[in-house]
């Protein structure tokens, strides 16, 4: 794995791609038009029906899940101008690992310090009482839901629908960030979505800076395991067994 620079941050959007920072052609009205409604569609709609798909039909969330990954993965490795490998090859810088750290750090200081006044018998509760659970949901949960989410959040968000939101960052990061969060509807816990809006906030901003799939993937996984752990898991299961 090479260490990869992030993109100049002075370059026209339009052709600036994830995956390498490959050229792209300016966007036409069309194809706006086009990138409109399919984000609405992967990002809105879908959702939606996720949601009632694991409410109403009872479908495991990761089944429900499966079609959308399939659609994600296949435009985006039908796209000529995206790079996996690229994509994949671009490392964290020490600098940014630093910064991961220390915003992880003092954050998880101030949620324990909330929980431990809030709710104290929720803290660490889940490793106490189901070591075995834990255990298996720190080894999934990177691969399972850290990897997915990272590619179709940030990979595919920003490599294909950057261009729509302009030369300044913050727009796409917000964008992304409330999307993010709107996904989250399908787990039925409000605190899911507003903590996944500021999460996925983050990793957007992380992501614009350093179009590092590994920095958002480290931090993920880092906010994710920590939840699980501290004892805020319980806002993050849906209820339908995915077995």
Not at 157 to 184: K, T
Request: aromatic share 14%; glycine share 10%.
């Amino acid at each position: 794995m090479v260490r990869g620079q992030p993109p100049n941050q002075g370059s026209d959007p339009i052709s600036v791609a994830a995956g390498g920072t490959l050229i792209r052609r300016p966007l036409t009205g069309a194809r706006v038009a086009w990138l409109v409604t399919e984000l609405a569609l992967l990002f809105i709609a879908a959702p939606l029906a996720m949601h009632a798909a694991v409410h109403q039909a009872r479908i495991p969330l990761f089944v429900a899940l499966l079609p959308i990954l399939g659609i994600v993965l296949t435009i985006l490795l039908a796209d000529r101008t995206f790079s996996l490998k690229a994509e994949l090859a671009r490392s964290i810088p020490w600098r940014t690992l630093l910064s991961i750290l220390v915003v992880f750090a003092v954050g998880a200081l101030g949620v324990w310090a909330w929980l431990k006044e809030a709710h104290p018998g929720w803290l660490f509760e889940f490793p106490r009482n189901r070591p075995d659970l834990w255990l298996t949901v720190m080894l999934a949960y990177p691969v399972v839901s850290v990897a997915t989410q990272e590619i179709v959040y940030r990979t595919f968000f920003f490599h294909r629908y950057g261009p729509l939101f302009g030369p300044r960052g913050g727009l796409a990061i917000a964008a992304n960030g409330v999307l993010f969060g709107f996904a989250h509807i399908v787990i039925g816990q409000p605190f899911a979505v507003v903590a996944t809006i500021l999460g996925g906030c983050l990793f957007a901003a992380r992501y614009q800076e350093t179009r590092s799939f590994w920095a958002v993937f480290v931090e993920h996984t880092l906010w994710g395991a920590f939840i699980f752990t501290i004892g805020l898991g319980r806002y993050f299961f849906t209820g339908i067994s995915n077995v």
